[in-house]
């Protein structure tokens, strides 16, 4: 490869980031496991997805095997509203040593923001917004964590862009299982699929 070949292919990686890590096999929960929140739903791999039934209040998964990055990363993957009418994708991922979750149709089942900054959850801050999420449609769900930003992205569509300097982050006490790296539903059913993390 010639010398400009070589520079533009390291400014692409650069660009673009590392190389996407899988994080679900689509055969098995592998390194997740189910959180142990009380009253929560079955999890179980079946058909490339991990289906998450309906609990009393949370079912989750949290993530139990090599330490993921805690900045300069990116995680996305893929979830699906199946049964329900609260979110069926509540994120949790760290920001350095803080935690935050994103939350994926909450509140009723169509509220989406960060919880929380500054103590304020996904209901009540800069980032809330309402969307409407259809049953049974796979939606894109993507988030990025670097140095005084947090991103966040549904679909194509741009979902938060916060500048964390001086921000105190964290997360709702429920989800305080889910850490480093989990994802939740409440009174929920859904699938997720996809699930994938790289370094930036």
């Known amino acids: 490869m010639s010398p400009r070949g070589l520079l533009l292919l390291l400014a692409l990686q650069s660009a673009s980031g590392g190389a996407w890590k899988i994080l679900f096999d689509g055969k098995t929960l592998g390194n997740w496991k189910s959180t142990n929140f009380g009253g929560e739903g079955a999890v179980r791999a079946e ?29 996305r993957l893929q979830a699906m509203k199946l049964d329900g009418n609260d979110f069926f994708c509540g994120l949790t991922f760290p920001v350095g040593e803080a935690p935050c979750t994103l939350i994926v149709g909450g509140w009723g089942g169509a509220t989406v923001g960060l919880s929380s900054l500054d103590g304020r959850d996904a209901s009540e801050n800069e980032t ?57 539903t409440w009174l929920t059913r859904a699938a997720l699929r996809g699930i994938e993390l790289r370094r930036l």
């Open 128 to 184: 809330t917004r309402t969307m409407s999420f259809d049953r049974n449609r796979w939606y894109r769900v993507r988030v990025r964590v670097t140095r005084g930003k947090i991103e966040a992205w549904i679909d194509d569509g741009k979902v938060a862009d916060v500048d964390t300097s001086g921000r105190r982050i964290s997360i709702r006490p429920e989800v305080e299982l889910s850490r480093p790296f989990g994802i939740a």
């Open 47 to 75: 058909n490339g997805t991990l289906v998450l039934e309906m609990g009393m209040n949370l079912t989750g998964i949290t993530w139990a095997g090599e330490d993921l990055p805690r900045m300069d990363y990116e995680i």
